[in-house]
C-alpha cells in the first residue's frame, strides 16, 4: 500500500485541498503524504494543538454568546469538547493527565481573561466569525476557515487570524503569508457558508492582522523585558496595505498544488520535533518510491535494511 506512486488524479482526488492540509505540506511533504494521501491517522493528538482549538472555540463563542460568560467553565467545556473527539487517537500528555489539565486551563483562562479585557475585541463589529470559505482555482475547489472578518466604522474590512503558538510571527513575514494571502483572495473570489448556505461575498480586504494571544501571557515575576503582573506585550500585527498581489499569490499557490500533487515526498526535518508520524517515517526505507528502487530491493541484504531503519 505505502509503495503504491499516485499520479496526479488520485492524489486530488484522496486529498481534501483545505488550508491545513497546504500547511501540512508546507511542514513536511513526507508528513503529508502520510497523513493526506495514505491517510494514516497520527500515533497521537498534540495537548498544543487541542489547547489551540479549545481557544479559538472559547473566542467564537464569546463573539456568539456575549463577553459576561464565566471563562473558567467556557475553557472547561471547550477542552472537554475536543478531548472527547478522535478518541481512538491517544493525546500525548506531557506530565499525568490531571496535572496537563490544570496547566492547559490556568494557560487559557489567562489568555482568554486577556482577550476579553482587550478594548477592541468588544468594541469592534465581528462581521464574521469561524466562517467557512470555498474559493475556486483552475478547476480546484479550495476550502478552510477564516477566524474572524472585522469591519471598521469607516467600512475598512480586516481579517485576522488568531495564533496561539509559542512564537510571536514577525510583521515582516504578514505580506507573504500565504494563509492571510488565500483568505483574502477568498473574500474577493470565493463564498462564505453563510447561514447552511454558500453566498458569493466580493469584499475587499483592507488590513490583514495577526491576533497573537500569547501576549496576554502575564509575567509572573520582574524581568528584562516586563514587570510582574503585565501582559508581555501587544496581541496585534497588521499589514496597514494591501500589498499581495493577487496574481503573484495565485501562482505562488498553483505552484505549491503543482509539487503537492506530484509523488515526491522528501522529509523536512525540521519539522521532526512536533511530527506524530515519526513511526512511519522510521519505516522509510520500505517505502519504495521509485520504480528503480522496487527493481533492485530484493538485491539489498535484509539485515541491511533493518540496521538501517534502527539508525545503524
Ligand atoms: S518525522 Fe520528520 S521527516 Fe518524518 S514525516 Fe515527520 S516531520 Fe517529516
Known amino acids: 500500500m505505502t509503495g503504491i506512486m499516485y499520479r496526479k488524479v488520485e492524489i486530488l482526488d484522496r486529498i481534501e485541498l483545505r488550508q491545513s492540509t497546504i500547511k ?8 503529508f503524504r502520510f497523513r493526506h494521501v495514505l491517510k494514516l491517522d497520527p500515533s497521537y493528538r498534540s495537548l498544543a494543538a487541542i489547547h489551540g482549538s ?50 492547559l486551563k490556568t494557560h487559557g ?21 469561524e466562517v467557512k470559505f470555498r474559493v475556486g482555482l483552475k478547476g480546484m475547489i479550495l476550502t478552510g476557515t477564516i477566524d474572524q472578518l472585522r469591519q ?23 505580506n507573504r503569508d500565504w494563509q492571510l494571502n488565500l483568505y483574502a483572495y477568498a473574500l474577493r473570489h470565493g463564498e462564505l457558508l ?22 496576554h501571557e502575564i509575567y509572573k515575576r520582574d524581568g528584562k523585558y516586563g514587570k510582574k503582573g503585565c501582559q508581555k506585550g501587544g496581541p496585534w500585527i497588521s499589514c496597514e496595505k494591501p500589498s499581495w498581489e493577487f496574481i503573484q499569490f495565485r501562482a505562488e499557490l498553483l505552484n505549491i498544488i503543482k509539487m503537492m ?24 526505507p520500505s ?9 533492485i530491493s530484493h538485491l ?6 533493518k540496521a538501517f531503519r534502527k539508525g545503524e
Open 24 to 31: 501540512d505540506w508546507l511542514s513536511c511533504p513526507l508528513m
Open 54 to 103: 479549545a481557544l479559538h472555540l472559547c473566542i467564537h463563542r464569546l463573539h456568539t454568546n456575549g463577553f459576561t460568560q464565566d471563562i473558567p467553565s467556557l475553557y472547561e467545556n471547550a477542552l472537554e469538547e475536543l478531548m472527547g473527539e478522535e478518541t481512538h487517537i491517544p493525546i500525548n500528555w506531557k506530565n499525568e493527565p490531571g496535572k496537563d489539565v490544570l496547566i
Open 109 to 129: 483562562e489567562e489568555l482568554l481573561k486577556g482577550y476579553v479585557n482587550h478594548k477592541r475585541n468588544l468594541t469592534d463589529h465581528i462581521l464574521y466569525s
Open 152 to 174: 471598521h466604522p469607516d467600512g475598512g474590512l480586516e481579517l485576522v487570524d488568531i495564533k496561539s503558538g509559542m512564537q510571536r510571527p514577525i510583521k515582516r513575514a504578514l
Open 194 to 215: 453563510i447561514n447552511g448556505s454558500w453566498v458569493r461575498i466580493r469584499m475587499k480586504v483592507m488590513r490583514t492582522s495577526i491576533y497573537f494571544l500569547r501576549a
Open 261 to 284: 500533487t506530484k509523488d515526491w515526498p522528501f522529509p523536512n526535518t525540521a519539522s521532526c520535533g512536533f511530527c506524530a508520524y515519526r513511526e512511519p517515517c522510521d519505516q522509510r
Open 287 to 295: 517505502i519504495h518510491l521509485s520504480h528503480g528502487y522496487r527493481r
Open 300 to 305: 539489498i541484504p535484509q539485515p541491511e535494511i
